[in-house]
């Protein structure tokens, strides 16, 4: 076990030694992104920091388990962070479980703290703007989906998070092109609004460029 800061609840190193095998979209660099987007949120918004740095690193952990079980990773990186930090405080335990479990874009948990918020924040704007491009398309290489296609009017009503031709492009539709609207706090929108507008003319050019008009 790595020395721990008295201000921290667990080091960023033995955060590291948690996550197995992630791909490039949610491996350590993205918890580390997502980690300096949560301080510069969190001390704008006054929230408990020591809650939110420990849910930040410890918030994809329990990706690799899920994708074996179907779980929702969040909801068992909850369970498995009141494993990690037991022996700390019940209540910061419980209020970094709930920051973990409420930070996903794709179950019904809403986040009911400031740090909740903070740590939901930073992970949506991660995944919006050249980053959150990138990342779509290091998911899409991991599964060998085409690199555009034709997205239906009604797709981002529909709960219908994977079918067989979903591109990144699909992505953009019905998650990314959201996530502005979907962020809690005033520092995170306004990171949003340069990210949204940057990833809005990349497919907007996508489109140009796939029909031969750019």
Request: with cysteine.
């Amino acid at each position: 076990m790595q020395y721990v800061p008295k201000d921290s609840m667990i080091s960023e190193e033995d955060a590291l030694a948690l996550y197995h095998r992630a791909g490039a979209a949610h491996d350590f660099d993205h918890v580390r992104r997502v980690l300096a987007l949560a301080e510069r949120i969190g001390e704008a918004e006054g929230a408990n920091m020591r809650i939110v740095r420990a849910a930040v690193l410890l918030h994809d952990m329990a990706r690799t388990e899920a994708a074996g079980s179907g779980e929702c990773h969040a909801r068992l990186g909850a369970t498995r962070a009141r494993e990690v930090l037991a022996g700390f405080p019940p209540d910061d335990v419980e209020a970094v479980a709930h920051a973990i479990a409420a930070h996903r874009f794709r179950n019904d948990v809403q986040p009911e703290t400031l740090e909740a918020r903070v740590v939901s924040d930073a992970d949506k704007l991660d995944a919006i703007g050249a980053i959150g491009v990138a990342r779509a398309y290091a998911v899409a290489g991991r599964l060998g989906s085409r690199l555009w296609g034709v997205v239906d009017a009604g797709y981002q009503e529909r709960n219908a998070a994977s079918p067989e031709d979903h591109t990144p492009v699909h992505e953009y539709i019905y998650k990314l092109a959201r996530l502005k609207d979907r962020m809690y706090t005033p520092a995170a929108r306004q990171i949003a609004e340069g990210r949204y507008h940057f990833m809005v003319q990349f497919f907007e050019q996508l489109d140009r460029e796939v029909a031969g008009d750019a």
